[in-house]
C-alpha cells in the first residue's frame, strides 16, 4: 500500500472521495475541523449514503491540532471561504516536494499556491454531487465530470499518477492542459447555482422555467465577459456549453444546453446546490464572497462591468442575514432589476 492520502475537510466532496479511495485499497487520513465529525469517523468510521454505493469505511481522523506526520498527497476540500486558513494550516504537514489537490468550487488554487507554492499546487474541476448530513455520514448523490490540471497546463507524472488515482473514483476523470478553462466554465456554471439558490425550487426546475431564462443567460454572459477579458478558453461539461452564453448564440445552443444541464441535475438525488442548503439547511454562510465574489473583482480590473453577479451575491447575503426569505420572487426581482 502506498502513503497515505490526506483529505482535509472530510465532509461531502472530501468524505466521498476518500471512502471511494478506501475502497479501491487506498490509505487514507481524514482532518476535518468539525470535532464531532471526526469524533464519529473514528468511533463508528465514515458512512456513505446514496444510489451509487453504501458503505461505512474506516480510516484515522483528526482535527487540525491533532494531526502529525508529512504527507505528499493532499486533497482539500473546504468551502472556499476557507481556503487560505486551511492551506496555512496544512502547510506544516505538506512534504517539501507533494502537492495540494484543491477538490472545490472557484479560484481556491491561486489561493492554495500563495500559501504553498506554484509547484505544490495542482488544479481540480468537480462536479459530483454530495451533501453532509450529519457526523459520520455522508450521501454521495450523483457523478458528475472530474478533470485534474497542472496550473501551467504540463502534463507530468505527477498529474498522470493522480488520474490514475482518480481513476479509481471515476472511471470517466480526466486530466487535462487547460484546467482554468474549466475552472471558470464552473464559475459561470456556478454563478447558475447561486441564481437557482436564491429560490426553493429544484436546480433543474428552475434551469427548465422559461420565466428564468433570460436572467441565467445574461449572468452566464456577464461571467463569459469576464473570463475573456482574463484570455480564458471556456471548456463545457455535464451539458454545460460556453458558446450558449456567447453573444448572439443561437437559439438551439441556448435551448440545447439547458436542457442537458437540466438532465443532468434530474440524473442526481442532489435536488437543489450546496448553496441552497447552506442557506435552507445549515444556515450558515454561503461561498458566494470566495467563489463568485472574484468575478466582481476581477471584471472590475479589466473594466467589465458585473451588476448581475455584484447584486446576486447582495442578494444571498441579505438571504444569509435573514432580511429577505428564500423564494422564488428573489430571482424575479434579480431578472427585473438588472434588465
Ligand atoms: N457538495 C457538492 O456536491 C459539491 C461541492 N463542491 C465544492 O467542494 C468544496 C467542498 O464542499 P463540500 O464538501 O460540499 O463542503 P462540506 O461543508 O460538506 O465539507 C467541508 C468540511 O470541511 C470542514 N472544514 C471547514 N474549515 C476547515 C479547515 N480549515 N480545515 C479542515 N476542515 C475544515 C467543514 O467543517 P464545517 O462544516 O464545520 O465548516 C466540513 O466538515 C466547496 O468548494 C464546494 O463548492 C463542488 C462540487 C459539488
Ligand atoms: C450542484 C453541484 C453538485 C454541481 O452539479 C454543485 O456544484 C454544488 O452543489 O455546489
Avoid at 237 to 245: L, M, S, V
Avoid at 276 to 295: F, M, N
Wanted: net charge negative.
Amino acid at each position: 500500500m502506498s502513503a497515505p492520502i490526506l483529505i482535509w475537510g472530510a465532509g461531502a466532496i472530501g468524505g466521498t472521495l476518500g471512502a471511494a479511495l478506501i475502497r479501491a485499497g487506498e490509505s487514507v487520513v481524514f482532518v476535518d475541523t468539525a470535532a464531532d465529525h471526526v469524533e464519529a469517523i473514528k468511533a463508528h468510521g465514515l458512512r456513505i449514503d446514496g444510489p451509487i454505493f453504501q458503505d461505512t469505511v474506516r480510516a484515522p481522523a483528526f482535527t487540525p491540532e491533532t494531526l502529525t506526520g508529512t504527507y505528499d498527497r493532499i486533497l482539500l476540500c473546504v468551502k472556499a471561504q476557507h481556503t487560505r486558513g486551511a492551506a496555512e494550516s496544512l502547510a506544516p504537514f505538506l512534504a517539501a516536494d507533494g502537492y495540494v489537490l484543491s477538490a472545490q468550487n472557484g479560484l481556491n488554487e491561486l489561493e492554495i499556491r500563495d500559501v504553498v507554492g506554484a509547484e505544490r499546487t495542482i488544479g481540480c474541476f468537480v462536479n459530483f454531487g454530495a451533501d453532509w448530513l450529519e457526523p459520520g455520514v455522508v450521501h454521495y448523490s450523483g457523478r458528475g465530470t472530474l478533470v485534474i490540471g497542472e496550473l501551467d497546463g504540463r502534463i507530468t507524472p505527477r498529474l498522470e499518477a493522480l488520474h490514475g488515482l482518480l481513476l479509481r473514483f471515476d472511471e470517466n476523470a480526466r486530466m487535462t492542459p487547460e484546467i482554468w478553462g474549466f475552472l471558470w466554465g464552473k464559475l459561470i456554471y456556478g454563478a447558475l447555482l447561486f441564481g437557482t439558490a436564491l429560490t426553493n425550487e429544484s436546480i433543474a426546475d428552475a434551469l427548465e422555467a422559461q420565466k428564468w431564462r433570460s436572467v441565467f443567460l445574461r449572468l452566464g454572459q456577464e461571467v463569459v465577459r469576464v473570463a475573456q477579458a482574463e484570455g480564458v478558453t471556456l471548456k463545457g461539461f455535464d451539458g454545460f456549453e460556453p458558446d450558449a452564453f456567447l453573444p448572439g448564440a443561437a437559439e438551439e445552443v441556448i435551448d440545447d444546453s439547458f436542457a442537458r444541464m437540466v438532465i443532468q441535475n434530474r440524473r442526481s438525488t442532489k435536488s437543489h446546490s450546496g448553496i441552497w442548503r447552506d442557506l435552507a439547511v445549515r444556515k450558515r454562510k454561503t461561498e458566494a464572497d470566495a467563489q463568485i465574489g472574484p468575478i466582481v473583482r476581477i471584471g472590475a480590473s479589466h473594466g467589465v462591468p458585473t451588476p448581475i453577479t455584484a447584486r446576486l451575491v447582495a442578494m444571498i447575503h441579505e438571504i444569509e442575514d435573514g432580511k429577505r426569505p428564500l423564494a422564488s420572487e428573489n430571482l424575479d426581482a434579480l431578472d427585473r432589476e438588472t434588465t
